[in-house]
């Protein structure tokens, strides 16, 4: 389809392991972010790629969270050494970015459980 | 700290009232406003926005209402359907095209048949 795609759509690992999660915005879209949705709480920013400009990190929690983003399509959220209160639904979301404001469109997002 | 405030965690609402979904903001540079709805194991899906030019937008059953001076918008939705139960979530941004998006923690909305 056309929409953002995000995987996998599940992932378990055992605490202290590395996880990638993939994100594919919509074709075109400069803009992209990545948030992350722990039980019961609402969407925490964690970063966001406009186009060729620098990153904003500032929601990344700690160092063992980074971000690219390549050729300025597909993203990567990766987490080291992860602990159980990294569990969360991880989402992706891309807008066309520019000087007009337009909504973003999400993924389904990748459940996370560490063990 | 907290930018971006849903002060109700949930609401209840019977089939064909209005429900009224509240939302806070601290940032005066906040520009544009959004509404998304989530249904459970689905990403956030756009509902309806609102320049800080205008004081209300209306589509539909949804209308979003906007009071800068008081740093508060307001979803309206008339009449509510079951099919509306989710969750909802303010969002907003500054007026560059650099400024990010800031979701509230939203509210859950259960419309009773």
């Known amino acids: 389809g056309a929409g953002v795609s995000q995987s996998p759509s599940n992932k378990v690992t055992e605490k202290g392991k590395d996880v990638e999660l993939r994100c594919d915005p919509i074709?075109?879209?400069?803009?992209l972010y990545w948030y992350r949705q722990s039980l019961g709480q609402g969407l925490e920013f964690l970063i966001y790629f406009q186009g060729n400009s620098a990153p904003d990190k500032s929601g990344l929690p700690s160092d063992r969270f980074s971000a690219e983003r390549t050729g300025g399509s597909v993203s990567t959220l990766t987490i080291q050494r992860t602990q159980q209160e990294d569990s969360a639904v991880y989402l992706c979301a891309s807008s066309p970015g520019g000087g007009n404001n337009q909504p973003q469109h999400f993924g389904d997002g990748t459940r996370l459980s560490i063990l | 700290d907290q930018q971006v405030k849903q002060n109700s965690p949930s609401l209840s609402v019977q089939e064909g009232r209005i429900s009224i979904l509240n939302c806070d903001y601290t940032n005066s540079m906040f520009d544009y406003f959004l509404w998304y709805k989530k249904y459970p194991a689905e990403g956030p899906t756009f509902l309806i926005s609102i320049s800080s030019i205008k004081d209300k937008n209306e589509d539909g059953r949804f209308t979003v209402f906007l009071n800068k001076s008081a740093k508060h918008l307001s979803l309206h939705i008339v009449p509510s359907q079951p099919g509306d139960s989710a969750v909802y979530f303010c969002?907003?941004?500054?007026?560059?095209?650099?400024?990010?998006?800031?979701f509230g923690p939203g509210t859950s909305l259960s419309v009773i048949p």
């Open positions: 969002a907003a941004k500054g007026e560059t095209s650099y400024d990010k998006v800031i």
């Open positions: 074709s075109g879209h400069t803009a």
